[in-house]
């Protein structure tokens, strides 16, 4: 089992850049793939990145791709995502997810077995 904590999230102007973490603790973070996803007010929750259990591989949603990079510390047990050229649709409860999944990219929720409590991102146009 492992718990995330994210941090990072805050308020910033579009065009601008934030940097999001999660901090695990518990079992290894080398031991899942992991993921963000958000959520904004009245949507459901969707996928935006994912990585491989060594960082080998990752995989954006296309409404990121190019903006944001995710990335990960296996030593440091910390994922990020780094968010450049924010724009207000961005603006959303940030959350990271840990899975055991085999299969990559896992763009479902329910793929996911670990849930961090999330992080509010707020972009003003």
């Known amino acids: 089992q492992v718990q995330l904590v994210e941090s990072g999230g805050g308020l910033v102007q579009a065009g601008g850049s934030l940097r999001l973490s999660c901090a695990a603790s518990g079992r290894a973070l080398s031991t899942y793939t992991m993921g963000w996803f958000r959520q904004a007010p009245g949507k459901e929750r969707e996928f935006v990145s994912a990585i491989t259990r060594y960082g080998r591989f990752t995989y954006y949603a296309d409404s990121v791709k190019g903006r944001f990079t995710i990335a990960r510390d296996n030593a440091k047990n910390t994922l990020y995502l780094q968010m450049n050229s924010l724009k207000p649709e961005d603006t959303a409860v940030y959350y990271c997810?840990?899975?055991?999944?085999?299969?990559?990219?896992?763009?479902?929720?329910?793929?996911?077995?670990?849930w961090g409590q999330g992080t509010q991102v707020t972009v003003s146009s």
């Open positions: 997810t840990a899975g055991s999944s085999p299969s990559f990219p896992n763009t479902g929720s329910r793929n996911y077995d670990y």
